[in-house]
C-alpha cells in the first residue's frame, strides 16, 4: 500500500457514490487484518471470500494478506456441493460472506471441520473489527509465501486449487501495468467479479499497483455502464470486459442517441473475441479492443500491444518476461509458425501448483518448468498467437469457464437419467451456451425437474440452457463418446 503512503487522499475506489480513498482503504485493510490476528488467525490458513463485488471484498483481500493468511475466492453463483468441495479441500478455517449466500454456507457447515467461523458483512463483521487493536502488527508477507488458492476446474470435473505465490502476483501485474501503460492518471470501470482473476488480479492489482483509481460496480449492467462511459465528470479511461459484456454494450448503443468518447484502452479476455464483434465495436464506438490472453494458474500470458496492430482474431505477444510456445500434443516438440498444437507458457508469473494435488502439478509441467495450458493454438511468423480450440473441452460462456464431466456427475445423481454428455454450442450472446444430451432410463424422466435440479445444485452459468432427449450417444469401438457427432447433430436439431 505504497501509494496510501504518497497519496493518502487520492481515491482509490468508487462504489455506489461512496469513496474510497487510499488512506481510508488502507485503514479499513489494516483493521481487518488486526481483528484476524486478533481472532486467532494463524499464518499460512486459508480464508474464504464469498461475497459480491464492494469495497470490503478489496479490503478483506488485503487485511488476509496482512495478516499472513491465504486468500481462497469463491464464485458467488456456487452452490452448496461445489462450497463443500472447494471450503473443504482448501481446510478454510473463517469464511466471509453477505447477508445473501449466508445460508448456502451455513448448508455445508457441518461437512467442514476446519471452518471455525462465517462472517457476514452485516452486521457481523463491524462487531470483529471492533475487537481489533488500535495498534495492529502486520505480518508482512514473503514473496515465495502463498497468498492465494484460486479453484479453477479441471477435465475430470473436480475443481482443482491453483497456488499463486505474492512473487506471482507482484510479477504479472508490473507486467501489465508496464505494457498497458497503467498509471496514477487513469480511472478504471471495473463491472468484472472481483472473485475471478481478470477482475481481482488485474483490476484490483493494477489500480492499487499503479496508484490509479477505480469506479466498482456490484455487477455489470449495460444501462449503468453505457452511462458511465458517458459521464464527462471524473470520466473513466479504461474499461475490462468478457466478449459478452461488448455484444451487449453495442447492441445497447442502437439504442442510444449518444456514444460514449474514446476511451484510452478497452480490453477483452476470459473468452474469444470475435473478428465481427472487434470490427463493429471499432466502427460503433471508435475504437480497437485489445484482447489477451490469461488463465487461472497464470494470471495474464499474452496480449495484442498497446502500441501497435491490434490484431483481430488474435491474442497477441507474451507480457515482458514470460514465454510462450506451441508444441505438439502428442509427440511435446516445438512446432514452428502456423502449425496447430498445445500453448505453453513460461515465466514468474506461473504458478507453484495445484494445491495437495502433486500427481495433477506433475503432469502439469515439464522438466524445464513449461505449463501445458491445455489450450490448442499457433503463432504467426511476426509473433502473434491465435486460439483455436481448447483440448480439455472446456465450455466458455459469457467468460466463465464451465468443464462437461463437472455438469454431467450432476446431471446423472437425477433419477430417470440413464447417460449424458453435455458440451457447448454456439450462441451469439454467451459465445457458449451449455447444452446436455441424456438418455433417459425412464420413461418418466422430466426435462423440467432436470434443470430445476441443476438450478439447484449448479451455478447458473453452469445449468444447461437446453436439455436434449435421445436414444443413444455416438461412441467410438473404444467405447468414447464421440463429442464432435454429437455436437454435429444437436447442432441441426431445433
Aim: with cysteine.
Amino acid at each position: 500500500m505504497d501509494n496510501a503512503a504518497r497519496h493518502p487522499a487520492k481515491l482509490a475506489l468508487k462504489f455506489e457514490g461512496e469513496i474510497y480513498t487510499y488512506a481510508r482503504l488502507r485503514e479499513r485493510a489494516a483493521r481487518m487484518a488486526a481483528a484476524l490476528v486478533g481472532w486467532g488467525l494463524e499464518a499460512g490458513e486459508r480464508v474464504a471470500l464469498f461475497l459480491e463485488n464492494c469495497p470490503d471484498f478489496v479490503a478483506a483481500y488485503l487485511s488476509v494478506g496482512l495478516a499472513g493468511g491465504v486468500v481462497v475466492p469463491v464464485n458467488t453463483q456456487y452452490r452448496r456441493l461445489e462450497l463443500a468441495h472447494i471450503l473443504g479441500d482448501a481446510g478454510v478455517c473463517l469464511a466471509l460472506t453477505d447477508p445473501e449466500r449466508q445460508l448456502e454456507l451455513e448448508g455445508v457447515r457441518g461437512e467442514l471441520p476446519a471452518l471455525r467461523s462465517i462472517l457476514t458483512t452485516s452486521p457481523d463483521l463491524e462487531a470483529f473489527l471492533a475487537q481489533a487493536s488500535i495498534n495492529p502488527t502486520p505480518r508482512l508477507p514473503g514473496g515465495d509465501d502463498l497468498a492465494v488458492i484460486a479453484y479453477t476446474s479441471g477435465t475430470t470435473g473436480r475443481s482443482k486449487g491453483a497456488m499463486l505465490r505474492h512473487r506471482n502476483l507482484i510479477s504479472n501485474c508490473r507486467a501489465v501495468c508496464t505494457t498497458w501503460a497503467w498509471t496514477e492518471a487513469d480511472r478504471l470501470l471495473l463491472t468484472l467479479p472481483l472473485f475471478h482473476t481478470h477482475g481481482l488480479m488485474v483490476g484490483i492489482h493494477g489500480t492499487l499497483v499503479s496508484g490509479a483509481g477505480a469506479e466498482l460496480h456490484r455487477h455489470f449492467e449495460v444501462g449503468p455502464v453505457y452511462r458511465s462511459l458517458l459521464a464527462e465528470a471524473a470520466p473513466v479511461t479504461m474499461f475490462f470486459g468478457v466478449p459478452t459484456m461488448y455484444t451487449r454494450l453495442l447492441a445497447y448503443a442502437q439504442t442510444q442517441a449518444d456514444r460514449p468518447p474514446p476511451l484510452r484502452l478497452y480490453v477483452a479476455g476470459s473468452a474469444p473475441l470475435s473478428a465481427a464483434t472487434f470490427a463493429e465495436f471499432e466502427s460503433v464506438f471508435g475504437q480497437k479492443i485489445l484482447e489477451r490472453y490469461g488463465m487461472t494458474e497464470t494470471i495474464m500470458n499474452l496480449t495484442n500491444p498497446y502500441a501497435g496492430e491490434r490484431r483481430p482474431g488474435t491474442v497477441g505477444k507474451p507480457f515482458p518476461g514470460q514465454e510462450a510456445r506451441v508444441v505438439d500434443v502428442r509427440t511435446r516438440q516445438l512446432l514452428g509458425s502456423g502449425q496447430t498444437g498445445e500453448i505453453e507458457v513460461r515465466g514468474p508469473h506461473v504458478f507453484q501448483g495445484y494445491w495437495q494435488q502433486p500427481a495433477a502439478t506433475a503432469e502439469s509441467f515439464d522438466v524445464e518448468g513449461w505449463f501445458r495450458t491445455g489450450d490448442l493454438g499457433e503463432v504467426s511468423p511476426d509473433g502473434y498467437y491465435t486460439i483455436s480450440g481448447r483440448a480439455k473441452e472446456l465450455i466458455i460462456t459469457g467468460g466463465y469457464n464451465v468443464y462437461p464431466r463437472e455438469v454431467e456427475e450432476v446431471l446423472q445423481q437425477y433419477p430417470g437419467v440413464g447417460e449424458v454428455a453435455v458440451l457447448g454450442l454456439p450462441d451469439p450472446d454467451l459465445g457458449e451456451k451449455v447444452v446436455a444430451a441424456v438418455v433417459p432410463s425412464s420413461p418418466d424422466l422430466s426435462v423440467e425437474g432436470l434443470i430445476a435440479f441443476c438450478r439447484d445444485n449448479l451455478a447458473s452459468y453452469k445449468k444447461p440452457r437446453r436439455v436434449v432427449l435421445v436414444e443413444a450417444l455416438p461412441r467410438n469401438a473404444l467405447g468414447k463418446i464421440q463429442k464432435h457427432l454429437l455436437k454435429e447433430e444437436l447442432s441441426t436439431r431445433p
